[in-house]
């Protein structure tokens, strides 16, 4: 991360803690709903399967700008499927960092070549070791390793979501992302239960027990962009929530925190680590503070 970015964030954080401002900081731009899988945690793909027009997502770019995000991350649906008027992801990738974002990441289940050079993170979903990611997303786990080692870029960060099914491969997805070169490390969250998937939420002991291994695992070397300051409050579901520094725009309608807000009671059972790391850090969590200075600027 160039100093620049550093200090442009740690005054935001600053102005943001003392005077308890609900401005945002982090946007996300949902390019499409449209997926080549129908992975067994989502409840969220080929809904409506429409490809934003390229116009609108660029208008959506410009309109979280003004509002002062500097974070932007593009999702899906799957990312790499959107195209329009002759330009895909690494152009809007490139758009967004002409237009002035700090850091443009893209999140993506890794079944396409991966040449996003100018993203600072590929966010890649692998869900386990070949068997239980297999079992969740089909059979793609060969496809996204070789996808992975073909990368033009070592910007790749390994995204799990923890859920009842695949608790147990947490050390094989940290192991794949200390052995491969393209991969700068492993971000997870938990399941978070949209309607139809709530058999596969954790129990607050099975959370406790993987934050531990996850923990642990850190203390070890292996690359893990989370923040164990943090990890009480996620699985407790202590945190504050809505997160009022994200936020998200899909077709125009724009979301405090995430898609999911909008869902009764679903804000309390949430399992994104990077909300709850957010929310505490703009209260002011001193320890959740110098965390995520260390984590970031190891990793971004």
């Known amino acids: 991360m160039k100093i620049s970015s550093f200090l442009r964030f740690g005054l935001f954080g600053i102005s943001t803690i003392l005077f308890k401002r609900k401005k945002p900081i982090l946007g996300t731009i949902i390019l499409t709903d449209k997926c080549n899988l129908s992975c067994k945690h989502c409840a969220v793909n080929n809904i409506t399967a429409v490809i934003h027009p390229y116009d609108q997502i660029k208008s959506e770019m410009e309109q979280l700008y003004a509002q002062g995000i500097r974070i932007l991350f593009f999702c899906g649906g799957e990312t790499f499927l959107w195209s329009d008027c002759g330009k895909n992801i690494k ?4 758009e967004a960092k002409n237009l002035g974002f700090l850091i443009v990441n893209v999140v993506t289940n890794g079944t396409f070549y991966i040449d996003v050079p100018q993203a600072d993170l590929i966010l890649l979903s692998l ?5 239980k990611h297999d079992h969740i997303r089909g059979e793609t786990y060969d496809t996204i390793i070789s996808n992975v080692r073909k990368a033009t870029a070592s910007n790749i960060c390994f995204y799990m ?7 147990d491969d947490i050390k094989k997805v940290c ?4 052995d491969e070169p393209n991969v700068r490390a492993v971000s997870f969250n938990f399941h978070t239960p949209y309607p139809g998937t709530e058999d596969l939420s954790l ?4 959370k406790q027990k993987c934050c ?7 203390k070890e070397g292996f690359p893990i962009f989370n923040l164990k300051t943090a990890f009480s409050d996620i699985v407790h579901n202590t945190f504050p ?4 520094q994200c936020i998200v725009m899909e077709n125009g309608k724009q979301s405090v925190c995430g898609r ?10 949430c399992g994104y680590f990077f909300a709850a790391e957010y929310a505490m850090v703009f209260r002011g969590r001193v320890n959740v503070i110098i965390d995520m200075l260390k984590t970031y600027l190891k990793y971004i």
């Not at 979501?161 to 608790?167: G, L, R, T, V």
């Open 91 to 94: 152009d809007l990738v490139t």
């Open 127 to 131: 869900d386990g070791g070949k068997e």
């Open 161 to 167: 979501a923890i859920n009842k099914f695949n608790k």
């Open 175 to 178: 192991q794949t992302a200390r």
């Open 203 to 206: 129990t607050v002991e099975e």
């Open 212 to 218: 531990d291994e996850i923990e642990n695992y850190m």
């Open 241 to 244: 929530t809505p997160c009022y």
């Open 260 to 269: 999911c807000v909008d869902i009764p009671g679903l804000c309390k059972q």
